[in-house]
Nanobody, 120 residues
Framework: QLQASGGGLVQAGGSLRLSCAAS????????MGWFRQAPGKEREFIAA?????????TYADSVKGRFTISRDNAKNRVYLQMNSLKPEDTAVYYC??????????????WGQGTQVTVSS
């Protein structure tokens, strides 16, 4: 099971750090990803990190240079540091575990989502 937290309301230009805690199993062997879904839009890939701590990362162009994904396998957690937030970043953010990459269908386990709202 994955539990995402850390969302909230922030002004444009601000920062938030999302956390995803894994329980019930060890997710260290999975690639981890963050996705988001805004109202009326499809779920969108944000970032991914391969299975081992310090592994390579991939980002959507829309967040590259502003968001950073990291993981701590010892704590069974993955993080998403979000800086320079924009109103268009407003969405429900989901963490996921699986085979990695951009395609949501390659992720087998999903968290419940945490709401991020960026005011202008």
């Amino acid at each position: 099971q994955l539990q995402a937290s850390g969302g909230g309301l922030v002004q444009a230009g601000g920062s938030l750090r999302l956390s995803c805690a894994a329980s019930g199993r060890t997710f260290s062997s999975y690639d981890m990803g963050w996705f988001r879904q805004a109202p009326g839009k499809e779920r969108e890939f944000i970032a991914a990190i391969i299975s081992w701590s310090g592994g390579s990362t991939t980002y959507a162009d829309s967040v590259k240079g502003r968001f950073t994904i990291s993981r701590d396998n010892a704590k069974n957690r993955v993080y998403l540091q979000m800086n320079s937030l924009k109103p268009e970043d407003t969405a429900v953010y989901y963490c996921a575990a699986g085979a990695g990459g951009y395609y949501s269908g390659k992720y087998y386990h999903w968290g419940q989502g945490t709401q991020v709202t960026v005011s202008s």
